[in-house]
């Protein structure tokens, strides 16, 4: 499906951030609902109108329904500001929804079933327990009629060869590779064996020390001569990285005990700081800029919706305390 290749779930741009903050937001699941004297699916409130768009009504039990849909029974450890953002997040989906409505874009059956059978494949790959027909029909098709809205909306950006140029010109420092080494071990259980292979290693060559590896280690690299490939500082555990930016090309380092048993370490080769070329840094700035444009477009549309589109917003209506973040 041609709107899926831009960007596969355009959708979520709208939700950039939100589950990360929902997730590090939740509660402590029922027991903190409870406690904060309020509860998401209140029978008494579920039939209160909680925003109009244009001619459309919204009742709690829409974003109950669609808070259930999301997160399952997940829902019941969210917060009063988890549960703000969220709906933050599902009045601008039907704003979306009701400038779609506007404009009279809409889903064929084709592109209905393309996206179901989609889906169907990616949760069965995923592993996942929930099928299609388990699923709200209708939130999976809004969901896919705004993944099309947006697409329209971005559909012609483009990312000219000047403006990668310029970005890499002043931003330079960003493309500063730090300096790595390449790095090789031997890995043995008890110290006694570390410190006979120890004996065994000393001015050996580098041929020599590969064999000894292949036959002696027990890390994962034992078969390829215990190379473990190239890092950088913070890639490896600092005490490791301690011992192994000291030394120099082709230096062992003394028996290094750690969790994983005991190491003897040899820098194979050490690379200086230099600088990312143009030619190297180029996809990456490409896709950074595109995602920047992108968000820039969303975030200025979706503000523009916002400002006319006739709607209201009834927060006292609500089954939980809403918490403000100049919507």
């Known amino acids: 499906m041609k709107l899926l290749k831009l960007k596969r779930n355009l959708f979520f741009l709208f939700l ?9 937001n939740c509660g402590e699941k029922n027991e903190q609902e409870n406690s904060l004297g309020f509860s998401l699916e209140d ?70 079933q393309d996206y179901l059978a989609k889906l169907s494949t990616d949760l069965k790959s995923e592993g996942s327990n929930v099928s299609v027909e388990e699923m709200d029909a209708q939130i999976l098709f809004d969901r896919l009629l705004i993944e099309k809205y947006t697409y329209e909306l971005v559909k012609d950006i483009e990312v000219k060869e000047e403006e990668i140029k310029e970005y890499y010109n002043l931003n330079k420092r960003e493309f500063l590779r730090p300096e790595r080494l390449e790095a090789s071990q031997i890995l043995l259980e008890t110290e006694d064996q570390a410190i006979e292979v120890m004996e065994r290693v000393k001015n050996v060559s580098e041929e020599d020390f590969r064999k000894i590896a292949e036959a002696e280690s027990v890390g994962l690299e034992a078969i390829k001569g215990g190379k473990m490939g190239v890092f950088e500082m913070g890639q490896l555990p600092f005490e490791m990285e301690q011992v192994l930016f000291s030394l120099e090309e082709g230096e062992l380092s003394p028996v290094v005990e750690s969790s994983y048993g005991y190491h003897i370490f040899r820098v194979d080769k050490r690379f200086e700081p230099e600088l990312i070329s143009e030619e190297e840094a180029l996809p990456g700035i490409k896709a950074k800029i595109l995602d920047l444009k992108i968000d820039y477009i969303i975030s200025s549309h979706m503000e523009y919706l916002k400002s006319n589109i006739e709607w209201s917003f009834y927060p006292m209506n609500l089954s939980f305390p809403y918490q403000r973040d100049n919507i």
């Open 16 to 24: 950039s951030g939100v589950f990360i903050f929902l997730g590090a």
């Open 43 to 112: 029978p008494q409130r579920k039939s209160y109108i909680i925003i109009v768009i244009e001619d459309t009504t919204y009742l709690n039990s829409d974003f109950e329904k669609y808070v259930r849909g999301t997160f399952g029974s997940d829902r019941k450890a969210l917060t009063p500001v988890s549960l703000s953002r969220l709906l933050d997040k599902f009045i601008e989906e039907k704003l979306v929804l009701q400038s779609a409505n506007n404009q009279n874009i809409s889903l064929s059956w084709e592109e209905k």
